[in-house]
């Protein structure tokens, strides 16, 4: 895995933390971590899209972002599991890892 695809994976695992902050920050300390984590989710964003292909780039990082969400909220606070939104979910990474694999390895040349 090189840089970039490291950057998209850090995003999406911090829109995890900023999405579940958004529902459930109650405090100045919860609202700065989440804008912290969503400021530096969409800069990795920002970083990997310069040198991958966009689309892909946002299919994975919402991707990861959605499932992790998902999980996080009936893990960790309880939302009730529904077997539809999970198989729905499973759909969408399948097409996420799917387009991960038959985008081509190549990048732009940093300047």
Do not use: D
């Not at 900023?18 to 800069?43: N, Q």
């Not at 992790?68 to 529904?82: D, H, I, N, Q, R």
């Not at 969408?92 to 190549?106: D, F, P, Q, R, S």
């Amino acid at each position: 895995m090189n840089r970039n695809w490291l950057y998209v994976f850090s995003s999406g695992i911090l829109e995890i933390f900023w999405v579940s902050g958004l529902k459930h920050s109650e405090t100045i300390a919860g609202w700065i971590f989440t804008v912290a984590a969503l400021a530096c989710s969409f800069y990795l964003v920002v970083l990997a899209s310069r040198q991958l292909p966009v689309g892909t780039v946002y299919a994975v990082f919402a991707g990861i972002g959605t499932g992790g969400t998902v999980m996080v909220e009936s893990l960790v606070f309880g939302e009730p599991f529904k077997l539809l939104k999970i198989l729905l979910i499973v759909v969408l990474l399948v097409g996420v890892v799917g387009l991960k694999m038959v985008t081509a390895n190549t990048e732009k040349a940093t300047t």
